[in-house]
């Protein structure tokens, strides 16, 4: 069983950046794939970045250009950095785990086992 909790939301300015958190409570960390996804009010979730178990390959969302996902496996911690914030960009992001093959970076829902409780962002204009 792998808990994530998310953490770095909050209110931004449009343009701002912000920096959000996900810790993983798990030995294995470096054994799974991590991805952010948000949902938006009214709106399904989706696909925003992934990060294979390395870190070494990334994966995108076209609508997350401005992104940047990381991870630091020593801290057991994926991290996804957002500057030039819009206010499309307002939504609760989740993290989440997948179970993957060393250099897969995956954007599919279903392959993600384990979920955060998610983080609320809310860019102002």
């Known amino acids: 069983q792998v808990q994530l909790v998310e953490s770095g939301g909050g209110l931004v300015q449009a343009g701002g950046s912000l920096r959000l958190s996900c810790a993983a409570s798990?030995?294995?960390?470096?054994?799974?794939?991590m991805g952010w996804f948000r949902q938006a009010p009214g709106k399904e979730r989706e696909f925003v970045a992934a990060?294979?178990?390395?870190?070494?390959?990334t994966y995108y969302a076209a609508s997350a250009v401005r992104f940047i996902i990381s991870r630091d496996n020593a801290k057991n911690t994926v991290y996804l950095q957002m500057n030039s914030l819009k206010p499309e960009d307002t939504a609760v992001y989740y993290c989440?785990?997948?179970?993957?093959?060393?250099?897969?970076?995956?954007?599919?829902?279903?392959?993600?086992?384990?979920w955060g409780q998610g983080t609320q962002v809310t860019v102002s204009s």
């Open positions: 989440a785990a997948a179970p993957a093959p060393p250099n897969l970076a995956t954007m599919g829902e279903s392959e993600y086992d384990y």
């Open positions: 990060i294979s178990r390395s870190g070494g390959n």
């Open positions: 798990t030995r294995t960390f470096s054994s799974y794939a």
